[in-house]
């Protein structure tokens, strides 16, 4: 195992990245093995890799992480550890990381200074769904979503779709690699890549029905089940209770405010599983976890972009967002807020809401 330098690098801020713009790396039209190449040799002038996730991660943006750190620690003798901001609250989150043992550490117990080569996955600089601090800057981009101007500011960056998932990313690396894919590896892509898709059935390109294919035969089949079957706290029944009261129903567009919630990450199940009732095209749920409002948007509306109507509803009030065609999310901060403003706040999103969906009706019926 390597030994962190005597010295900490100074960190990579983005005056110096915007400085040192000329020698940053082309990405387009790249094969997934020019990639790989290229990030094996930046990471080999490094000692130790911090790799961070997105806040709250899910199964794709875990996968990905643990991934890439084995990728740097076998091709590039990097020692690498993967950190997350926020909680993983989901069962199946969870479910992952305990059943497989993934290395995953909370954000709390990381020394940035410690390191001298930060990756992201699964998000970007400017998505503000992370816990970088500002005076970092990534050497390492990651990600499916639509890419975001700054990631191409760090010297290495492998961002933008159409592909449903960055497991799929890391999975197309892990094959121009030649290494053997652990078993435990290949089920956390394979979950991600399953998950973020909702089982290929969304958001889904070639690449990843190939990549999905490839790794099923390598998944450790009895932990996969585990992983997708968990046992459920009391809190998640209760959480669907209040769920099914409270969902408003504005003809093919439902919205739920979920009070506060227990883990943030539940937002987006719930939007997810109201996608399900008949006739809607739109979803929103949305809750309070600690100090931030946690929105949700799924739809099947071919036309419009979830990714950028939540951005242009929520970042017009000072929070952040992100996401792509049919599924998207936002934080809201709101901290030091009143009770009282903050039942005005929500009111007043929920109608910036319904006239981005293009909801006329403004008299909603009860879900029951």
């Known amino acids: 195992m390597r030994q962190p330098p005597d010295e900490p690098q100074k960190p990579r801020t983005r005056p110096e990245v915007r400085a040192a713009r000329m020698t940053l790396y082309p990405r387009g039209g790249e094969s997934p093995r020019a990639k790989l190449d290229r990030l094996v040799q930046y990471a080999r002038s490094h000692e130790r890799a911090l790799i961070l996730t997105h806040d709250n991660p899910d199964p794709d943006s875990i996968a990905a992480g643990v991934a890439l750190a084995y990728l740097l620690e076998k091709l590039a003798g990097v020692e690498a550890i993967v950190a997350y901001g926020g909680i993983v609250g989901r069962a199946e989150n969870r479910a992952l990381i305990k059943v497989l043992k993934l290395p995953v550490v909370p954000i709390a117990r990381v020394v940035f200074d410690d390191y001298d080569l930060i990756c992201m996955v699964d998000t970007q600089p400017e998505q503000g769904n992370h816990s970088l601090p500002a005076r970092h800057f990534p050497d390492v981009v990651i990600d499916h979503h639509p890419e975001r101007p700054d990631s191409h500011l760090a010297p290495i960056a492998d961002v933008g779709g159409p592909i449903g998932a960055t497991s799929t990313v890391l999975a197309e690396y892990f094959r121009a690699s030649g290494l053997k894919v652990p078993a435990g590896l290949a089920t956390a892509l394979f979950y991600g890549i399953k998950a973020d898709t909702r089982d290929l059935g969304r958001q889904t390109t070639p690449t990843d029905v190939d990549a999905y294919l490839w790794l099923f035969p390598m998944t450790d089949k009895d932990a996969l089940g585990a992983i997708e079957h968990p046992l459920l706290p009391e809190d998640y029944f209760r959480l669907y209770h209040t769920a099914i009261e409270r969902a408003q129903v504005y003809g093919e567009v439902v919205i739920c405010d979920l009070g506060t919630i227990y883990t943030p990450?539940?937002?987006?199940?719930?939007?997810?599983?109201?996608?399900?009732?008949?006739?809607?095209?739109?979803?929103?749920?949305?809750?309070?976890?600690?100090?931030?409002?946690?929105?949700?948007?799924?739809?099947?509306?071919?036309?419009?972009?979830?990714?950028?109507?939540?951005?242009?509803?929520?970042?017009?009030r000072g929070?952040?967002?992100?996401?792509?065609?049919?599924?998207?999310?936002?934080?809201?901060?709101?901290?030091?807020?009143?009770?009282?403003?903050?039942?005005?706040?929500?009111?007043?999103?929920?109608?910036?809401?319904?006239?981005?969906?293009?909801?006329?009706?403004?008299?909603p019926k009860k879900l029951v």
């Open 319 to 363: 929070g952040s967002a992100g996401g792509h065609g049919t599924m998207a999310g936002a934080r809201l901060p709101v901290k030091g807020l009143g009770a009282a403003a903050n039942r005005k706040l929500r009111e007043e999103v929920v109608k910036d809401f319904l006239d981005a969906f293009g909801v006329r009706a403004r008299k």
């Open 265 to 316: 990450d539940m937002v987006a199940e719930i939007a997810e599983r109201f996608m399900y009732l008949e006739d809607m095209k739109w979803s929103l749920a949305f809750a309070q976890y600690e100090d931030a409002l946690f929105f949700s948007v799924r739809t099947t509306d071919r036309r419009m972009n979830a990714g950028r109507l939540i951005r242009e509803v929520i970042e017009a």
